[in-house]
């Protein structure tokens, strides 16, 4: 797993985590953490820590790591100097302005954008004049000129690319700083890096990378190149305009890792059967890379929803209860656990998040706001009123069934009487069961309530 702190992880890399950690666990490998952060000019802030977070609240830890790819400076001069020396990479001392203006030309032409070589065959006394002259220089690989670059894909099968269609990659910026295709491929041979897994976008990569393997005589790994996650309202791939992507946007509206995980471990593999629900331990034992989809699947919402809701209604309710605290204190402040407690058992077969639980509750933590459309039953609830200052709040069930009869003596509609009676205890028309919550709130403040619907 190999993320880069551009940003937030993205559900997608999590998939492939995953994917990458129950292949390790199956053959008892490891299953390595590395940080990609050679694209310093994006990196962001904290980053690295929260992806780490991410990762171990959806149960996945790692055998080996974080490395951290800035820390290992050294390593990368000494190979790209191999390089150099053995003829196989070479210093450009072009400026961005003459690239851009090479690229433009080509662009007219119709042809691909790759460098011209125009520093290719620059004599070494050349080179030395400009280096030491303080001139700005990247190093390129060498591509080799019309060979066909064949790996097999573990997903696709056979994948085939001329090198004449692959550019002179930059492998060292002129910060010093190696690119990412560069980087990996030191990396990925000196961890002993056997499979990777990654996101179909780098399948134009690999060609690179493996002409690099060649030049340095390494064994090149397994690649299995993931399908992307397609956004279920649109055309394409997931994007955060249309809606949550990263993995602590889904944990913070409610959603819980094992569901989360659940259902990515479907986007993409099946195990043959109709079998959906599967612990981590579970899909280890099922996992295998035969079995992984070339088509790529549709990241629906609905079945997510499915997914959380089973999760949730499995919990205790002790178990939900603290899963449900830091949602409601960080909407309501600290709050009267107990009364949480209590109302875990009216709402756990009614919420799909656990952020759903926060809007259906709030009128038992806050104040209640009117909404004064929705409060016209003053006849009702001023009989209500009445009602309530002589009930016992001790005994639920006759509560329940001596307001019924009031309202069945007064000959009212049931449904009317009781969305008006739940407006003026919890401003709002969809609650749990509204009855069995007046014992939590209490019956000063179900009768203050009251008062103020009247109002």
């Known amino acids: 797993m190999a993320p880069s702190p551009t940003g937030e992880l993205h559900v997608g890399t999590l998939r492939t985590a995953l994917y990458s950690w129950a292949y390790a666990k199956k053959n008892n490998g490891k299953f390595v953490l590395r940080i990609e952060d050679t694209d310093q000019a994006r990196l962001v802030e904290g ?70 070589r125009q520093c290719l065959n620059l004599s070494k006394e050349e080179i030395e004049k400009r280096l030491k002259a303080g001139e700005k220089y990247v190093i390129r690989l060498k591509v080799p000129e019309n060979e066909v670059i064949v790996f097999d894909d573990v997903i696709r099968g056979e994948i085939r690319i001329n090198s004449r269609d692959i550019d002179d990659q930059v492998l060292i910026k002129s910060d010093g700083i190696p690119t990412y295709h560069f980087a990996v491929v030191v990396d990925d041979h000196l961890m002993e890096i056997t499979h990777i897994f990654r996101g179909e976008e780098w399948i134009s990569s690999t060609p690179k990378q493996i002409i690099l393997y060649k030049y340095f005589g390494w064994d090149i790994p397994v690649f ?147 909404d004064k459309k929705l409060v016209g039953q003053k006849e009702m609830l001023t009989e209500a009123l009445k009602f309530m200052e002589g009930a016992d709040f001790d005994d639920i069930e006759k509560l329940q069934k001596d307001l019924v009869s009031m309202v069945d003596g007064k000959k009212w509609n049931r449904g009317v009487f009781f969305m008006a009676f739940r407006v003026a205890i919890a401003g709002k028309s969809i609650t749990p069961p509204i009855v069995e919550t007046l014992p939590i709130i209490g019956k000063d403040m179900v009768l203050e309530r009251l008062k103020q619907a009247l109002e």
Request: hydrophobic share 35%; net charge neutral; glycine share 6%.
């Open 224 to 370: 299995a190149h993931l399908t992307v996650l397609l956004d279920p309202s649109h055309s394409g791939k997931m994007s955060k305009r249309r809606g949550s992507v990263f993995v602590r946007q889904f944990l913070d509206e409610g959603y819980l890792p094992e569901a989360l995980v659940n259902f990515l471990m479907l986007l993409g593999w099946n195990p043959g059967t109709d079998r959906e629900i599967f612990s981590l331990d579970e899909f280890v034992g099922e996992f295998s890379l035969e079995k992984l989809h070339r088509s790529a699947p549709v990241f629906d919402r609905k079945k997510l929803d499915y997914f959380n809701g089973y999760y949730i209604r499995k919990l205790s309710d002790e178990e939900l209860t603290q899963r449900l605290v830091p949602y409601f204190e960080k909407a309501f402040g600290k709050i009267d656990i107990g009364k949480l407690e209590k109302l875990v058992p009216l709402i756990k077969e009614r919420i799909v998040t656990l952020k759903e639980a926060v809007d259906l509750c709030e009128y038992v933590f806050t104040k209640v706001e009117y």
């Open 47 to 116: 980053a690295t820590d929260r992806i780490m977070k991410d990762l171990k609240d959806c149960g996945i830890s790692w055998d080996e790591g974080p490395y951290i790819q800035t820390e290992r400076l050294d390593i990368y001069q000494k190979y790209i100097k191999e390089l150099v020396d053995k003829g196989l990479a070479y210093y450009c001392f072009c400026t961005k302005e003459r690239l851009e203006e090479m690229r433009q030309v080509q662009k007219k032409a119709n042809k691909l954008p790759k460098y011209d």
